[in-house]
């Protein structure tokens, strides 16, 4: 960093309970430690409480508050307990000096704490990825957020197609070491978030899914977060992807742009949702984010871990919902379309159209 400039470092309040730096009661502890690094936002974007537009507290990103703590008070409490985190996960803010902040900033986390180290920075380039491994970050996350094109420009600002783009290319020239964030409800449909999924997955880029929640001050401070059997299906598709376990992955659309089929029975699903209880948060290694998108006591899109009390009930509610919702649980390979037995394949329903 530069000579007196100044380091705005934050810490989200769940990570400052754990570490004794707070006193207040929590219905589920943070796995990672949750830090954010830099000042006032540049970004506008429209559902984003640290954006420059935002009316009133900027102390907020989603639901969760950040504190400001000192650097040196920080390090301390992480020597003081090294057990207290499986990870540190650094947010950021378009603002200043943020890089030089970081790069300075990891090497001295990693001197207190061995845990693996992730950091949500966008960077531009490769020079800017390799700076940032060689410090000692394990993973980046490049955050995409929304996932129209339809939206982009006026929810996130830029083009969608360029910001897919950097990501792929991280992703490819950093195999394994490259996430990105998307936020379910800010207006898309399925078929368009499912569509990046798959494209990013192929890439080897990890997504982390995100429940639209309104920020008060925000342009979106009035939206809804999103239908809970969308997010769920979601939610399936990505641990199909992530796990691999299935022959066929075949994803098929209704005239609605909605996920209508993936190749999987009522059994099969059933099974693998017993096996890999993908309603949970979805994240690098070690994150949880305790109601990072939900308030305590309602409705739960990413639980913070696997309660085994409540799997049964959230596997019946899904597949209720999803036979409400019309979903086709015919087996993949038994439809038109399909090809051989082991291929993992991806398809739009051929027999609907999407302008009907």
């Given amino acids: 960093m530069q000579a007196g400039e100044p380091v705005s470092l934050r810490a989200s309040i769940g990570t400052l309970v754990v570490l004794g730096l707070r006193d207040i009661r929590m219905a589920a502890s943070p796995t990672t430690a949750y830090l954010m690094v830099g000042g006032q936002c540049s970004g506008d974007c429209a559902y984003c409480g640290q954006g420059r537009g935002v009316i009133g507290d900027h102390s907020r990103l ?64 490769f020079e800017e990825a390799d700076q940032l491994f060689a410090a000692g970050v394990q993973r980046i996350g490049v955050a995409i957020d929304c996932c129209s094109e339809r939206l982009y420009p006026q929810l996130r600002g830029g083009s969608l197609f360029d910001s897919i783009s950097l990501v792929k290319g991280l992703g490819r020239q950093y195999r394994g070491r490259i996430s990105t964030h998307l936020i379910i409800g800010l207006g898309e449909d399925e078929m368009e978030a499912a569509e990046l999924m798959l494209e990013l997955h192929r890439v080897g880029v990890l997504v982390s899914l995100f429940a639209f929640t309104p920020v008060r001050g925000t342009r979106m401070e009035h939206g809804a977060p999103p239908a809970l059997v969308s997010y769920r299906k979601l939610q399936l598709l990505q641990g199909l992807l992530d796990w691999q376990e299935e022959e066929h992955v075949c994803v098929a659309y209704n005239a609605r742009k909605s996920i209508h089929g993936l190749g999987l029975n009522e ?44 799997v049964d009930r959230e596997i019946d509610r899904f597949i209720d919902d999803l036979k409400s919702d019309g979903f086709d649980f015919t087996v993949a390979g038994t439809r038109a379309g399909d090809t051989q037995k082991g291929v993992v394949q991806y398809y739009r329903g051929a027999e609907e159209s999407l302008d009907s």
Avoid: K
Avoid at 65 to 88: H, I, K, T, Y
Avoid at 267 to 293: A, D, E, I, M, W
């Fill in 62 to 125: 989603s639901r969760i508050s950040w504190p400001e703590v000192g650097e040196e008070e920080l390090v301390d409490a992480l020597v003081a307990q090294p057990g207290a985190f499986q990870r540190v996960c650094f947010q950021t803010t378009a603002s200043r000096g943020v890089l030089r902040q970081l790069l300075a900033l990891v090497p001295r986390i990693r001197q207190a704490s061995d845990v693996p180290i992730s950091v949500s920075y966008r960077v531009t380039t």
């Fill in 267 to 310: 059994g099969q699903v059933r099974s693998f949702l017993h096996r890999h209880f993908v309603f949970v948060t979805h994240g690098c290694p070690g994150c949880n984010r305790p109601f990072y998108n939900e308030t305590p006591g309602g409705t739960m899109f990413n639980y913070p871990n696997v309660q085994l009390e409540t």
